[in-house]
Nanobody
Framework: QVRLVESGGGLVQAGGSLRLSCAASGSIFSITYMRWYRQVPGKQRQLVASVTSGSTIYADSVKGRFTITRDNAKNTLYLQMNSLKPEDTAVYYC?????????WGQGTQVTVSS
């Protein structure tokens, strides 16, 4: 079992930056992928960034602005978000797992004002 706890969300003006954190505890040795998703009311959850076997991918809408990293010593996944836009407003979720398990955090709200 893995527990994920997100933090770092908040209210920021357009053009600003935030760093989201996702602290993992439990059987983290089983984790093979680490992802950030976001969701706005009435829409499907969208993949923002992903790390799998050292390879990273980003949604086109965040390329060049967001960076996903992981500090293995702290068992923490990060999402550095720069040049934020109002359309980045959403609840952001971290997601980690393997072929047999899939874990989600509780979500953290990010609001970008224009």
């Amino acid at each position: 079992q893995v527990r994920l706890v997100e933090s770092g969300g908040g209210l920021v003006q357009a053009g600003g930056s935030l760093r989201l954190s996702c602290a993992a505890s439990g059987s983290i040795f089983s984790i093979t992928y680490m992802r950030w998703y976001r969701q706005v009311p009435g829409k499907q959850r969208q993949l923002v960034a992903s790390v799998t076997s050292g390879s990273t991918i980003y949604a086109d809408s965040v390329k060049g602005r967001f960076t996903i990293t992981r500090d293995n010593a702290k068992n923490t996944l990060y999402l550095q978000m720069n040049s934020l836009k109002p359309e980045d407003t959403a609840v952001y979720y971290c997601n980690e797992g393997s072929n047999s398990h899939d874990y989600w955090g509780q979500g953290t709200q990010v609001t970008v004002s224009s």
